[in-house]
């Protein structure tokens, strides 16, 4: 249970660091934040491969979460790193 | 233990490089590398989680499937479909949280807070990798539902049924752990009940909603850390979390709308506005007049909104802008954070078009200087310009901050037809007298006049 309320700090003081680090975004910047925010929350990728496999629905569960997590990751990283090159200043 | 510490070492690591990454994402001068450091932190978290896992083979081979999918679709993508893009990884990455609680529970959670958190999760990320897949379909247009239909209806009640469900399976059934029928009907309500959360949703809330599933991805990957006692998960989701909802709460304010209205009620509940008799008659304009007027203004101001999108007309108005500019007049762009369907659409778009960034200025930068503005160019926005959200206290978008476009010299509208917004509110800055409407494709009025000054 320590664990858990260990893990339960950093889990509220992220989201409160979030919220400062980004809480005067400009607006040209809405979509590549969240794009490139939708990227990071492919971090589920670790998670997918940290998966035990003791049976065939786990083993195929954690190929599933792998490969659409890395879906997530590898799209979200180049769709946001080809938006923000668009944007120029004269 | 040696290589859990060495693991947990770089993780921390990792932790840093995404908190910086998300920070330098959120300033102009510095998101290009802030989206690199943060896909530094990715790779280091993600070699490093390699040293000990079980079975690396068919894994490898589910991050290269994923990896060739995800670039593909990324490096092929029109820069107009990236709305629908972004909620489609969205959804995928909703979809492997989903999957990861679902495994952890078979492998029967060995706690009540560990029970609840593996149900939550699962909550989270199937509503998260459904809604987002509706969220898809309706921004690319594949389907166009009422919100009123019966099957719109089912799937909303289905929604409601899956949370009441899950409410029940964290606080009363903690005893049925080992329950896989009862965890199976959890699994099957959440997927149907994220189409449900959706489907009611209209185009013009579109933006809040996908502000929303990404907050809720985050969430689901930060629960998910939780589950696997994993910190760089917690760290990275939480900050997934964090910025998807100040982006959810920025779309909601330029609409004046609780977040709860938007998800639970919608526009149907307004009350029916009194104003849509004295509307009087609109002046119509053609394209010779408004290319004359445009001549000689030496301020316009461009106001663009989804009809933009839908006519992709950025290249023209890009173009229309500079032969402006080489005219000697002044041009800027009035945004406003909620036109289009996705935070910060326009701005896009006009970067594709190879706009530049400082001449795009939001609603509070460009409303006090109005009355000196010559022309100011609609093209294919409504509410964000319906001076009834100022003027008229009985109007139900009474009090959205808009652009007061009817506070310029002369106002062009460029519009296919009378139809009224997405609020279903009748816009009275059609009547006005300085209005000018400018019927049609706006692509071929605004193509128009741009032939008009090259003549």
Same mark, same amino acid.
């Given at each position: 249970m320590e664990t858990y309320i260990l893990l339960g700090f950093v889990l509220i003081l992220s989201i409160y660091l979030g919220l400062e680090l980004i809480s005067k975004v400009p607006s040209t910047l809405h979509t590549p934040l969240m794009s490139g925010a939708n990227a990071i929350s492919g971090i589920a990728l670790v998670g997918a491969l940290l998966l035990t496999a003791d049976s065939q629905l786990q083993t195929a569960l954690a190929f599933l979460a792998v490969t659409f997590a890395s879906i997530n990751v590898f799209g979200g990283y180049l769709v946001t790193n080809r938006m923000l090159k668009m944007f120029k200043k004269k | 233990m040696e290589i859990s510490l060495i693991q947990n070492i770089v993780y921390i690591f990792s932790s840093i490089l995404f908190i910086t990454g998300i920070k330098m994402l959120g300033k102009e001068d510095t998101a290009v590398k802030g989206n690199f450091l943060s896909a530094i932190a990715m790779f280091v978290a993600v070699l490093v989680t390699?040293? &000990?896992?079980? &079975?690396?083979l068919i894994l490898i081979a589910g991050i290269g499937l994923g990896a060739f999918i995800g670039s593909l679709i990324a490096l092929k993508v029109? %820069?107009?479909s990236i709305p629908e893009m972004v909620a489609l990884f969205n959804g995928f990455g909703g979809l492997a949280t989903f999957l990861i609680a679902w495994s952890e529970f078979n492998s029967t959670p060995d706690n009540l807070f560990q029970y609840i958190l593996v149900m939550t999760t699962v909550y989270v990320g199937g509503i998260t990798f459904t809604g987002s897949l509706v969220a898809y379909a309706k921004l690319s247009e594949k389907i166009q539902i009422a919100k009123t239909s019966i099957i719109t209806k089912l799937f909303t009640t289905i929604f409601y049924i899956s949370l009441v469900f899950l409410l029940y399976s964290v606080?009363?059934?903690?005893?049925?752990?080992?329950n896989f029928e009862f965890f199976t009907v959890l699994l099957v309500l959440t997927l149907l009940g994220g189409i449900g959360f959706v489907l009611p949703i209209g185009g013009g809330d579109m933006p809040v909603v996908i502000s929303l599933l990404n907050s809720l991805s985050g969430i689901a990957a930060a629960f998910a850390g939780l589950i696997l006692l994993n910190n760089v998960l917690i760290v990275a989701g939480s900050l997934v979390g964090a910025s998807g909802l100040i982006l959810t709460i920025i779309m909601a304010k330029a609409m004046n709308r609780s977040i709860s209205n938007i998800l639970?009620?919608?526009?149907?509940?307004a009350s029916s506005s009194k104003?849509?008799?004295?509307?009087g008659e609109v002046n119509p304009i053609n394209v010779s007049d408004a290319y004359l007027i445009l001549e000689n203004a030496s301020s316009v101001l461009i106001v663009p909104g989804y009809g933009m999108a839908v006519a992709q007309a950025q290249h023209v108005v890009r173009e229309l802008g500079e032969l402006l500019e080489e005219n000697g007049t002044e041009v800027k762009y009035g945004i406003h954070?909620?036109?289009?369907? %996705?935070?910060?659409h326009m701005n896009v778009l006009l970067a594709e078009a190879n706009?530049?960034?400082?001449?795009l200025a939001e609603p509070d930068d460009v409303n006090p200087s109005?009355?000196?503005?010559d022309v100011a160019v609609v093209i294919g926005a409504n509410d964000v310009v319906n001076p009834s959200a100022t003027?008229?206290?009985?109007?139900?978008?009474?009090g959205m901050p808009i652009i007061?476009?009817? &506070?310029?010299k002369t106002v062009f509208v460029l519009k296919r037809s009378m139809s009224s917004g997405f609020a279903g509110v009748q816009n009275p800055l059609f009547f006005k007298q300085n209005t000018r409407m400018l019927f049609g494709d706006a692509k071929e009025s605004i193509g128009g006049v741009v032939s008009e000054f090259k003549d």
């Amino acid at each position: 249970m320590e664990t858990y309320i260990l893990l339960g700090f950093v889990l509220i003081l992220s989201i409160y660091l979030g919220l400062e680090l980004i809480s005067k975004v400009p607006s040209t910047l809405h979509t590549p934040l969240m794009s490139g925010a939708n990227a990071i929350s492919g971090i589920a990728l670790v998670g997918a491969l940290l998966l035990t496999a003791d049976s065939q629905l786990q083993t195929a569960l954690a190929f599933l979460a792998v490969t659409f997590a890395s879906i997530n990751v590898f799209g979200g990283y180049l769709v946001t790193n080809r938006m923000l090159k668009m944007f120029k200043k004269k | 233990m040696e290589i859990s510490l060495i693991q947990n070492i770089v993780y921390i690591f990792s932790s840093i490089l995404f908190i910086t990454g998300i920070k330098m994402l959120g300033k102009e001068d510095t998101a290009v590398k802030g989206n690199f450091l943060s896909a530094i932190a990715m790779f280091v978290a993600v070699l490093v989680t390699f040293i &000990n896992i079980s &079975n690396p083979l068919i894994l490898i081979a589910g991050i290269g499937l994923g990896a060739f999918i995800g670039s593909l679709i990324a490096l092929k993508v029109k %820069m107009t479909s990236i709305p629908e893009m972004v909620a489609l990884f969205n959804g995928f990455g909703g979809l492997a949280t989903f999957l990861i609680a679902w495994s952890e529970f078979n492998s029967t959670p060995d706690n009540l807070f560990q029970y609840i958190l593996v149900m939550t999760t699962v909550y989270v990320g199937g509503i998260t990798f459904t809604g987002s897949l509706v969220a898809y379909a309706k921004l690319s247009e594949k389907i166009q539902i009422a919100k009123t239909s019966i099957i719109t209806k089912l799937f909303t009640t289905i929604f409601y049924i899956s949370l009441v469900f899950l409410l029940y399976s964290v606080i009363v059934t903690p005893l049925l752990v080992t329950n896989f029928e009862f965890f199976t009907v959890l699994l099957v309500l959440t997927l149907l009940g994220g189409i449900g959360f959706v489907l009611p949703i209209g185009g013009g809330d579109m933006p809040v909603v996908i502000s929303l599933l990404n907050s809720l991805s985050g969430i689901a990957a930060a629960f998910a850390g939780l589950i696997l006692l994993n910190n760089v998960l917690i760290v990275a989701g939480s900050l997934v979390g964090a910025s998807g909802l100040i982006l959810t709460i920025i779309m909601a304010k330029a609409m004046n709308r609780s977040i709860s209205n938007i998800l639970f009620v919608g526009y149907a509940s307004a009350s029916s506005s009194k104003s849509s008799e004295e509307q009087g008659e609109v002046n119509p304009i053609n394209v010779s007049d408004a290319y004359l007027i445009l001549e000689n203004a030496s301020s316009v101001l461009i106001v663009p909104g989804y009809g933009m999108a839908v006519a992709q007309a950025q290249h023209v108005v890009r173009e229309l802008g500079e032969l402006l500019e080489e005219n000697g007049t002044e041009v800027k762009y009035g945004i406003h954070p909620v036109a289009g369907r %996705m935070p910060g659409h326009m701005n896009v778009l006009l970067a594709e078009a190879n706009v530049s960034y400082d001449v795009l200025a939001e609603p509070d930068d460009v409303n006090p200087s109005m009355d000196s503005v010559d022309v100011a160019v609609v093209i294919g926005a409504n509410d964000v310009v319906n001076p009834s959200a100022t003027e008229e206290p009985g109007s139900p978008i009474y009090g959205m901050p808009i652009i007061e476009v009817h &506070n310029a010299k002369t106002v062009f509208v460029l519009k296919r037809s009378m139809s009224s917004g997405f609020a279903g509110v009748q816009n009275p800055l059609f009547f006005k007298q300085n209005t000018r409407m400018l019927f049609g494709d706006a692509k071929e009025s605004i193509g128009g006049v741009v032939s008009e000054f090259k003549d």
